[in-house]
T-cell receptor, first 115, second 116 residues
Framework: GAVVSQHPSWVICKSGTSVKIECRSL??????MFWYRQFPKQSLMLMATSNEGSKATYEQGVEKDKFLINHASLTLSTLTVTSAHPEDSSFYIC???????????FGSGTQLSVL | GENVEQHPSTLSVQEGDSAVIKCTYS??????FPWYKQELGKGPQLIIDIRSNVGEKKDQRIAVTLNKTAKHFSLHITETQPEDSAVYFC???????????????FGQGTILTVHP
């Protein structure tokens, strides 16, 4: 299957700092990328959908000013958690899709711990 | 919106036995049904998927069946092995029009444990 690379795999930061997570599609052009959040032993919660070259569409209840998403190229999307707080600690996962194809491929996830 | 219910939440089997996980969905417009396997600390991995114009699909020990009338689909794993132990998620998707596919809606997940 297609490869989606996500970095970093884990990050620990102090409360109030910002953290950037990168998601790259390595062998295909990802016209659409999705960002999910997952709490322990729970399902994936969609945070936002980003299409290359346009603003991200956020799900209800997700603060767009706190979770900044940029999809500037067909192979790269970034999620920046601004002014992180302990309640933002979670497992964040990106996924990517090639135009016209239904298959969705996931990155390896990023475990964020905010102290 | 779409609602996907997945059962059971946990499943424990002996090595070599079969495992079946079932999902029901509410939106009759759903036409794409993937299954993902997630190991601890990793992202979900697509293991098999099926479109609504197909009733069954098989890939070695894994198979998926779809009943559009009843709006449910199932994952079947035969000859289970300890390395099959993971969390499995079903999902549904809708072709939004033309070549555009929208977001996936995920089930709650099933923790599968295969005992040696």
């Amino acid at each position: 299957g297609a490869v989606v690379s996500q970095h970093p795999s884990w990050v620990i930061c102090k409360s109030g700092t910002s953290v950037k997570i990168e998601c790259r599609s390595l062998d295909f052009q990802a016209t659409t990328m999705f960002w999910y959040r997952q709490f322990p032993k729970q399902s994936l919660m969609l945070m936002a959908t980003s299409n290359e070259g346009s603003k991200a569409t956020y799900e209800q209840g997700v603060e767009k000013d706190k979770f900044l998403i940029n999809h500037a190229s067909l192979t790269l999307s970034t999620l920046t958690v601004t002014s992180a707080h302990p309640e933002d600690s979670s497992f964040y996962i990106c996924s990517a899709r090639f135009r016209g194809r239904e298959k969705l491929f996931f990155g390896s996830g990023t475990q964020l711990s905010v102290l | 919106g779409e609602n996907v219910e997945q059962h059971p939440s946990t499943l424990s089997v002996q090595e070599g036995d079969s495992a079946v996980i079932k999902c029901t969905y509410s939106d009759s417009a759903s036409n794409y049904f993937p299954w993902y396997k997630q190991e601890l600390g990793k992202g979900p991995q697509l293991i098999i998927d099926i479109r609504s114009n197909v009733g069954e699909k098989k890939d070695q020990r894994i198979a998926v069946t779809l009943n559009k009338t009843a709006k449910h689909f199932s994952l079947h794993i035969t000859e289970t092995q300890p390395e099959d132990s993971a969390v499995y998620f079903c999902a549904t998707g809708i072709r939004a029009g033309g070549t555009s596919y929208g977001k996936l809606t995920f089930g709650q997940g099933t923790i599968l444990t295969v005992h040696p």
